[in-house]
């Protein structure tokens, strides 16, 4: 999603507020460059606790009628600290909703710094994420933006690591719940896009990655079945990929606040 104007104005006054416990997440890790598929009509800033969630609403209205900014309370209670608040930010005619939520604390890797963002969950915790969000409802943006992850992470890698976040599914069960839901609102990709999708193009790259992501699932689970379900395979600089296009990728597991993988390189002794 590139970002607007407005929405950089915006930006620029709430990224200094951001942590590592008040921190970006959705689409906007994925799509803030310029060349990005979609825009969005709002920001999501994710903490581990209600109490995170109060302070850094509260500082971020501040910060934003500080700068000439109209803010309207939409949803949450704003007198206590809850886990999910709402508020549109707004002048001169153009506004962006802003929600901040507590989310489970529960990931592969640290929160990241990020020169646009401040701080930011790591992509492929987005990935992950985005995997379980298909899995359950059918919004197009979920859709063109899995489409777009895929580039960077293999989907197979996507979906078994998915389950780790969620122990009720296997690899094979996610993807088939994602295949449900993966269709796209021709009214909804009109307002969202930000250059001209090709809805064939789009469906052709969807059913292509799934089947492959399919036929690599099984063939990792029939061929290796003590492979833990709900792990990510790193290389040696930690960077995710998938075991079955390098036998050489170490398991990562999630845990508390993510942590960066450690790689034991075996000796050529």
């Keep these: 999603m590139p970002l607007t104007a407005f929405q950089k104005d915006v930006l620029q006054v709430i990224a200094a507020n951001r942590s590592e416990e008040s921190h970006f997440a959705g689409g906007l890790v994925l799509n803030a460059s310029d060349d990005s598929a979609r825009y969005s009509h709002d920001f999501d800033i994710f903490h581990d606790a209600a109490e995170e969630v109060a302070s850094a609403s509260l500082k971020d209205v501040k910060s934003l009628e500080l700068n000439g900014f109209t803010v309207t309370k939409l949803v949450g209670d704003w007198e206590k600290p809850c886990t999910f608040r709402k508020a549109r930010v707004s002048r001169v005619g153009l ?13 592969f890797f640290p929160i990241e710094r990020d020169p646009v963002l401040g ?27 899995i489409v777009e992850l895929h580039q960077t992470y293999p989907l197979p890698a996507i979906v078994w690591a998915a389950c780790g976040k969620d122990e009720g599914f296997s690899p094979r069960l996610l993807l088939e719940m994602m295949r449900r839901f993966a269709r ?20 052709i790259a969807w ?21 833990p379900i709900g792990v990510a395979f790193v290389d040696k600089n930690g960077k995710p990929g998938w075991i079955g296009d390098d036998p050489k990728l170490q398991i990562h597991r999630p845990s508390i606040r993510g942590c960066l993988p450690v790689v034991h390189l075996e000796s050529d002794d």
Excluded: G
């Design 184 to 203: 796209i609102d021709p009214a909804k990709i009109t307002k969202i896009q930000a250059r001209e999708i090709d809805q064939v193009a789009l469906k």
């Design 207 to 227: 059913t292509d990655m799934s089947i492959y992501a399919e036929q690599e699932i099984t063939k990792l689970a029939d061929s290796q079945p003590d492979t």
């Design 119 to 145: 701080w930011r969950l790591h992509l492929f915790d987005m990935a992950t994420n985005k995997a379980l969000a298909l899995c359950a409802r059918s919004v197009t943006r979920d859709y063109i933006d």
């Design 95 to 107: 506004n962006v909703e802003i929600d901040w939520a507590a989310d489970s604390a529960f990931r």
